[in-house]
């Protein structure tokens, strides 16, 4: 890894990102020395301002961060590391530092499952699309998955990109809900293809 960095008093910021979630998980501080050491020992290793020594985390507590890649802003005066954390990365027994979940997040789609649980969770089936469909149950939501698929393969074999797009929409949709249906998320349907990658 060629670092070149421009570091303030021999100190430059180091963001940890989870090579996986891509959520930040940490801000440190390293210099030339904690770079080689995280280098050579494949574990983040940082200069510790407060007690004036390198310090590699999870020293203490076991919960290392192991890299996989370490790159340099346009700048050279900051650090992305992206690594893999074993166990929490806060030393308050959080995720990351902001006190969140390092869980991957899909953006928009993540939101939308959250707005189907609501949904499910509130049981308005008369004011809700979504609840009157948990209510009517797992064979209801799976014909609808089905019926969309139809769609979009009908859609596929015609040429109106819009009525595709449109039903694939409306199959993603239904898709989400009967994943809840059945007690899971997009998350878990992304490990498993995740385990199949070679």
């Given at each position: 890894?060629?670092?070149?960095?421009?570091?303030?008093?021999?100190?430059?910021?180091?963001?940890?990102?989870?090579?996986?979630?891509?959520?930040?998980?940490?801000?440190?501080?390293?210099?030339?020395?904690?770079?080689?050491?995280?280098?050579?020992?494949?574990?983040?290793?940082?200069?510790?301002?407060?007690?004036?020594?390198?310090?590699?985390?999870?020293?203490?507590?076991?919960?290392?961060?192991?890299?996989v890649d370490i790159k340099n802003?346009?700048?050279?005066?900051?650090?992305?590391?992206?690594?893999?954390?074993?166990?929490?990365?806060?030393?308050?027994?959080?995720?990351?530092?902001?006190?969140?979940?390092?869980?991957?997040?899909?953006?928009?789609?993540?939101?939308?499952?959250?707005?189907?649980?609501?949904?499910?969770?509130?049981?308005?089936?008369?004011?809700?699309?979504?609840?009157?469909?948990?209510?009517?149950?797992?064979?209801?939501?799976?014909?609808?998955?089905?019926?969309?698929?139809?769609?979009?393969?009908?859609?596929?074999?015609?040429?109106?990109?819009?009525?595709?797009?449109?039903?694939?929409?409306?199959?993603?949709?239904?898709?989400?809900?009967?994943?809840?249906?059945?007690?899971?998320?997009?998350?878990?349907?992304?490990?498993?293809?995740?385990?199949?990658?070679?």
């Amino acid at each position: 890894m060629n670092i070149d960095i421009k570091s303030s008093h021999g100190l430059i910021p180091a963001i940890i990102q989870d090579s996986e979630t891509k959520n930040v998980l940490m801000l440190g501080y390293m210099n030339e020395e904690s770079i080689q050491k995280t280098i050579e020992t494949k574990k983040v290793t940082f200069f510790s301002r407060s007690k004036q020594r390198l310090w590699t985390k999870g020293e203490e507590s076991g919960n290392f961060l192991e890299l996989v890649d370490i790159k340099n802003d346009c700048d050279g005066d900051t650090l992305l590391i992206q690594a893999k954390p074993v166990g929490p990365t806060c030393h308050t027994g959080a995720d990351t530092c902001w006190q969140e979940e390092n869980k991957e997040n899909y953006g928009f789609i993540s939101s939308l499952e959250k707005t189907i649980a609501t949904r499910r969770e509130n049981a308005d089936s008369e004011k809700s699309y979504v609840a009157s469909l948990f209510e009517k149950g797992i064979n209801k939501i799976a014909q609808k998955v089905g019926e969309e698929a139809v769609e979009v393969v009908i859609e596929a074999k015609d040429d109106n990109d819009d009525l595709f797009l449109s039903e694939s929409a409306d199959l993603l949709f239904h898709y989400l809900i009967l994943l809840q249906a059945k007690g899971f998320q997009l998350n878990d349907v992304v490990d498993v293809l995740k385990k199949r990658q070679k």
